[in-house]
């Protein structure tokens, strides 16, 4: 498979990444056949988070044997505090076996308060910072779903790479943060390459996102079958036809009537509803087993049926999506999956 350099850090990456989350659902021989095989296919970028369950621990037994050279493995830490992140970092390198990591990013830095508490003193950007020095992590980064706040956070010139959703629908990163990425010679990791499953023509995806040069998708992949398809395509890299430009076009304006961006400007909410969450539900019930779904997303769902209908946050969402008719199909999609539970 191809490789392209992953931005100042000179990395030579696969044209996709193997993103870590689905592993979760499988057993450990299986989560190793499915990384297995993606790394003999050429893949040589994994990504993977302390927040991914025991996903950093299934990738560290995949790749036993494997020349750690081959790869370059990314993972993340949600801890604000210098402390946890330092904590989260050292239980990352016992679980991949490995005495470095690639890329540690701070993981979801997506609203200003996470940010602040990040740069604080005692915060995680400290933890980072000795964390290079010392060599446990060869490249400092980030990942978002703001992407203002990214944009502001990529313009400091502290990280070397960000991570991004992006896909034709979410395509808002188009605008300023890849070719600001490529102006600053910064790695971007595209996330949600299929908006988080929902976007099922593999084929249409991958091949918009190849379009652009500096970015390395980095779809969660769960079966063999699926990362024998992504590389196909990736390979063959066909270009899109006007046909295909039209069938995209037309999916964007289908689904951007429904599709949540999760930049979280309708809150807040007064009822307290986490909409986001309750709207990207889907995307949440295919990434992992019903306990780490329920775990997850029970209080919010129980909450979103304490909406007023005052409309205060459809006024403030850009995309004007009708977001208490969207809360009622959630919670009847909660419901469905609470009865496939109990039957
Ligand atoms: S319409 Fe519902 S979800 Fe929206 S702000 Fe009002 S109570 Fe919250
Ligand atoms: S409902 Fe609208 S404003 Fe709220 S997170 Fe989704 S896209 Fe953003």
Redesign the pocket.
């Known amino acids: 498979m191809e490789k392209v350099r992953f931005g100042k850090t000179g990395l030579m990456v696969s044209r996709i990444g193997f993103g870590g989350i689905p592993i979760q659902r499988l057993s450990k021989p299986e989560a190793a056949a499915v990384t297995r095989e993606a790394i003999d296919l050429g893949v040589n970028f994994i990504d993977t988070a302390n927040a991914y369950g025991d996903s950093e621990e299934k990738i560290g037994e995949a790749i036993k044997g494997v020349n750690r050279d081959r790869l370059i493995i990314a993972s993340k830490s949600t801890a604000t505090d210098k402390k946890t992140f330092l904590r989260h970092l050292d239980l990352c390198l016992k679980r991949l076996g490995s005495d470095y990591v690639d890329l540690y990013q701070t993981h979801n830095v997506s609203s200003p308060e996470t940010r602040d508490a990040i740069f604080a003193s005692g915060g995680a950007f400290e933890g980072l910072t000795e964390a290079v020095r010392q060599g446990k992590v060869r490249f400092p980064a980030f990942s978002s779903h703001n992407i203002p706040l990214a944009v502001e956070l990529m313009k400091t010139g502290l990280f070397a790479s960000v991570q991004l959703p992006f896909n034709f629908v979410d395509d808002a990163a188009a605008e300023e943060a890849i070719p600001l990425a490529k102006k600053l010679d910064m790695g971007f990791i595209c996330m949600k390459p299929f908006g988080g499953g929902l976007l099922d023509n593999a084929g249409l995806a991958i091949r918009y996102l190849l379009r652009f040069e500096n970015i390395v998708p980095d779809p969660g992949i769960e079966k063999i079958a699926e990362i024998r398809e992504i590389a196909a395509i990736v390979n063959e890299n066909k270009p899109l036809s006007a046909e295909d430009e039209k069938t995209i076009s037309g999916l964007k304006s289908e689904l951007g009537k429904w599709w949540?961006?999760?930049?979280?400007?309708?809150?807040p909410c007064p009822q307290g509803i986490p909409?986001?969450s309750a709207?990207t539900l889907r995307s949440l019930i295919k990434r992992g087993d019903f306990d780490f779904v329920f775990r997850l997303a029970s209080a919010g769902m129980e909450k979103a049926r304490s909406c007023l209908e005052c409309g205060e946050?459809v006024k403030?969402?850009?995309?004007k999506?009708d977001?208490p008719r969207l809360l009622k199909k959630q919670i009847t999609l909660w419901e469905e999956t609470l009865r496939a539970r109990a039957g």
Not at 260 to 267: K, V
Not at 316 to 319: I, M
């Open positions: 949540c961006h999760r930049c979280d400007y309708c809150q909409i986001s709207l946050c403030r969402c850009p995309y999506l977001i």
